[in-house]
Structure formats: structure tokens, C-alpha cells
């Protein structure tokens, strides 16, 4: 390669890099739901219309719904319970909840725009408390905007491995950054959500304490057999969470009353 021609690709990648970097800051806003500044380039019509896309390919993948209305009846009734007596119910978002037909794969989680999904091999381990504890926890994902701010983190670091690729050859490094980043929540967003699930669940007059057990549930179930349970791949370990919950029930039992989650 001639060195007129690697300067010149040292330059265009070193350009593209600050591009994205520009743009990243200037795509920061504050949550008004939780108060914490993050960067974010979709609006919540955006999120809605990605969640409702992805909805039928995702219950796919777990087996389809669960065959009894009674169930997704009872299920429907405790989320919608946590929605309006909490600030989930003034926000743009279309809260809908889906039991999953899989009897094997433990696991929870929400999309993008208000979607959330249970397993039955999860929600069959619960009690009604328990059962509040992991929805309000995924609500607490949509309206934390996790998702959105994955995907902002994907693009830029896409944007940025394309810099890179083009000034030297590690692309493929920084977009294995990206990959992980849009695929695994990190551990500010699960400690945020296990947060805004103890107040969800108290303000539904449910015993917070039950989210205690949730976490040792889902610990159990991470100890048998060889097979790491689905939610280790889209949560960290739940017993270092519970901790932060014993955190959040004192701090809303004294009073302080506050949305907003140290990170």
C-alpha cells in the first residue's frame, strides 16, 4: 500500500470514529420516568413498533403461548394490577403479557415498547407475589428504554468498528463489542429493573420481600444439570442481586419514595 493512501485511510477512519462519537453525545436525553440521562435514537413509537414486530417470532422461538386462557387471564390481570398503580401507566408504552408454551427454559424478559413474556417452566415456580415481582421487573425494562439503549449502543459501535476497518483491520473486534452489548443487559439495567419491581410490587400492596425468593428461585434453578437456564444469557447471576433488592424494600419502606435508581 502506497503511504499517501494510508494516511488517507488513517484519516477517513479517524473521521468516521469522531462521527459517531458526535453523534453519541449528542443523542443523550433524560428518562423523565427515571430520571437518568442515557443515549437513546429512537422515540417511543419506534419502540412500540419494534416490540410489536418481534413479538410473534419471539413466542416462536419458546414454543408459541401457552394453551389456557384461564392462565394468561390471571397473568393479564396481575400485570395490568402493577401498570395502573404504578408510573408505568403514564407512559406511552403498550404493556401486553405473554405466557410462553416452553415447559423447559426458565426465563422472563421484555421488548422494546411494552411486550413481556414468562415461561411456563418459570411461572409455574411462583406464587401470585413472586409472579408480580418478575413482571414488575420486566416492566421496569421497558420503561428504562434497556432495549432502546442497547440498540443506540450497537450502532455506535457498528459506526465505529467501520472507522476502524477502514483506518486498520479490527472491525470484527469492536463489533464483537457491539454484538454483546445489544444482546446481554448490563448490570445497571437488571439493577435498575429489580428496583423498579420492589416499588411496582409495593404500590400493587405486594410483600417486596417475595422478590427475594424470586432470585433464589431462579438461583436454584441455575444449579442443575448441565444446561445454563435461559435467563443467565439475558441476566447476571441472581444471587448477586439480592442484596440491592434488601436495598430497594428498605429504602421505599422509610418513605423516600424515589423513582430514581443510583446506578
Same mark, same amino acid.
Given at each position: 500500500?502506497?503511504?499517501?493512501?494510508?494516511?488517507?485511510?488513517i484519516?477517513?477512519?479517524?473521521?468516521i470514529?469522531a462521527?459517531?462519537?458526535?453523534?453519541?453525545?449528542?443523542?443523550?436525553?433524560?428518562?423523565?420516568y427515571?430520571?437518568?440521562?442515557?443515549?437513546?435514537?429512537?422515540?417511543?413509537?419506534?419502540?412500540?413498533?419494534?416490540g410489536?414486530?418481534?413479538t410473534p417470532?419471539?413466542?416462536?422461538?419458546?414454543?408459541?403461548?401457552y394453551?389456557?386462557?384461564?392462565?394468561?387471564?390471571?397473568?393479564?390481570k396481575?400485570?395490568n394490577?402493577l401498570?395502573?398503580?404504578?408510573?408505568?401507566?403514564?407512559t406511552?408504552?403498550q404493556?401486553?403479557?405473554?405466557?410462553?408454551?416452553?415447559?423447559?427454559?426458565v426465563?422472563?424478559?421484555?421488548?422494546?415498547?411494552?411486550?413481556?413474556?414468562?415461561t411456563?417452566?418459570?411461572f409455574?415456580e411462583?406464587?401470585?407475589?413472586?409472579?408480580?415481582?418478575?413482571l414488575g421487573h420486566?416492566?421496569?425494562?421497558?420503561?428504562g428504554r434497556h432495549s432502546a439503549e442497547?440498540?443506540?449502543?450497537s450502532?455506535?459501535?457498528?459506526?465505529?468498528?467501520?472507522?476502524?476497518?477502514?483506518?486498520a483491520?479490527? $472491525? *470484527?473486534?469492536?463489533?464483537g463489542?457491539? !454484538?454483546? &452489548?445489544?444482546?446481554?443487559? /448490563?448490570?445497571?439495567? +437488571?439493577?435498575e429493573?429489580?428496583?423498579l419491581?420492589?416499588l411496582?410490587?409495593m404500590q400493587?400492596?405486594?410483600?417486596?420481600e417475595?422478590m427475594?425468593?424470586v432470585?433464589e428461585?431462579l438461583?436454584?434453578?441455575s444449579? $442443575? *444439570?448441565?444446561r445454563?437456564p435461559?435467563? !443467565?444469557? &439475558?441476566?447476571p447471576?441472581? /444471587?448477586?442481586?439480592? +442484596?440491592r433488592?434488601?436495598?430497594s424494600?428498605?429504602?421505599y419502606r422509610?418513605?423516600e419514595?424515589?423513582?430514581?435508581v443510583?446506578?
Amino acid at each position: 500500500m502506497r503511504r499517501g493512501n494510508w494516511k488517507i485511510r488513517i484519516l477517513i477512519g479517524l473521521a468516521i470514529v469522531a462521527f459517531a462519537y458526535v453523534q453519541r453525545c449528542s443523542n443523550k436525553e433524560e428518562n423523565p420516568y427515571t430520571g437518568r440521562s442515557q443515549t437513546i435514537t429512537m422515540d417511543a413509537d419506534q419502540e412500540i413498533a419494534i416490540g410489536l414486530q418481534s413479538t410473534p417470532e419471539i413466542a416462536q422461538q419458546y414454543g408459541g403461548l401457552y394453551p389456557d386462557e384461564e392462565l394468561q387471564g390471571y397473568i393479564d390481570k396481575i400485570g395490568n394490577k402493577l401498570v395502573q398503580n404504578s408510573i408505568a401507566r403514564e407512559t406511552p408504552y403498550q404493556y401486553d403479557f405473554h405466557l410462553l408454551a416452553d415447559e423447559q427454559t426458565v426465563n422472563a424478559f421484555a421488548l422494546p415498547g411494552g411486550p413481556v413474556f414468562i415461561t411456563y417452566a418459570l411461572f409455574k415456580e411462583l406464587n401470585e407475589a413472586q409472579l408480580a415481582g418478575v413482571l414488575g421487573h420486566e416492566i421496569g425494562h421497558v420503561i428504562g428504554r434497556h432495549s432502546a439503549e442497547r440498540i443506540a449502543d450497537s450502532e455506535f459501535w457498528q459506526t465505529v468498528s467501520t472507522g476502524a476497518s477502514v483506518g486498520a483491520d479490527m $472491525g *470484527g473486534v469492536v463489533a464483537g463489542i457491539g !454484538q454483546n &452489548t445489544l444482546l446481554k443487559n /448490563g448490570r445497571g439495567d +437488571e439493577l435498575e429493573s429489580d428496583d423498579l419491581g420492589v416499588l411496582f410490587m409495593m404500590q400493587s400492596g405486594y410483600d417486596p420481600e417475595e422478590m427475594i425468593k424470586v432470585m433464589e428461585i431462579l438461583d436454584a434453578a441455575s444449579g $442443575g *444439570g448441565d444446561r445454563v437456564p435461559e435467563f !443467565q444469557s &439475558t441476566h447476571p447471576d441472581p /444471587g448477586n442481586r439480592i +442484596e440491592r433488592i434488601r436495598e430497594s424494600i428498605e429504602k421505599y419502606r422509610i418513605g423516600e419514595g424515589v423513582l430514581k435508581v443510583e446506578r
